[in-house]
């Protein structure tokens, strides 16, 4: 499973997208509610689609952090507002994935804060979080966004803050906080966003993709 995702993402460097590749959601126990924003990784997907030029498949992917196709993925998503809780063998899984070359992207919908924090801590316990600089790559793709992630939702009137775990010199988890971009990219009714707001969740979401996709 670790070689595919290695040819995987020597594809994608060259931006020679593959056809039909696939993004994840990831499904966690504990109670919290994985499955929060449906429509979100479609969006996601078709505003790449459309603005990058990539042939990512319409429909996303669901995996649990234990399962061996985790590695097929290239980038994995995980939201939700609750409790989540990494056995020893997921976070066992999980890390090999992302040492392996793989990509989490974490979105707060509010309440997931002490909750990852704690889980990440069992598939790193050696590093620890950091906010990224509004110079870090990530927010100077396609898109630059120079002061950071744009704040969609209000939460507790905080700033957004862009967080990462760097293994080895490489991104492999990024952690957006007060910021809920996951929200952002669902349809614009649900959650009654200005067209304004809609578009810069998708333009940043877009830029993390591209930003996973071009990793050396």
């Known amino acids: 499973m670790k070689k595919i995702l290695f040819l995987i993402l020597i594809t994608l460097t060259n931006l020679s997208f593959s056809q039909n590749l696939k993004i994840a959601l990831l499904k966690y126990n504990g109670g919290g509610d994985w499955y929060a924003n449906p429509t979100s990784l ?17 429909e996303n992917a669901t995996v649990t952090p234990d399962d061996p196709q985790i590695f097929n993925y290239p ?24 040492i392996a070359g793989g990509f989490l992207h974490i979105s707060d919908n509010y309440g997931l804060d002490k909750y990852i924090r704690r889980e990440m801590k069992k598939v790193f316990p050696e590093l620890k979080f950091v ?3 509004f110079s870090y790559p990530i927010y100077h793709q396609k898109y630059n966004f120079n002061k950071g992630l744009p704040k969609i939702h209000k939460h507790d009137g905080k700033p957004a ?3 990462g775990i760097i293994y080895k010199n490489r991104l492999v988890v990024f952690y957006d906080y007060q910021c809920d971009l996951g929200d ?3 349809d614009i009714t649900v959650h009654n966003d200005t067209p304004e ?11 993390i993709i591209e930003y996973v996709f071009n990793q050396k």
């Open 42 to 58: 479609p969006n996601l997907i078709k505003f790449c689609n459309k603005n990058l030029k990539t042939d990512i498949a319409p």
């Open 75 to 98: 980038f994995v998503h995980i939201t939700g507002h609750g409790n989540i809780i990494f056995s020893k063998t997921e976070a066992e899984n999980l890390r090999n994935y992302l």
């Open 131 to 133: 906010e990224l600089p």
């Open 161 to 163: 803050q862009g967080f």
């Open 184 to 186: 952002g990219w669902e």
């Open 197 to 207: 707001k809609h578009l810069q969740a998708l333009k940043m979401g877009a830029n």
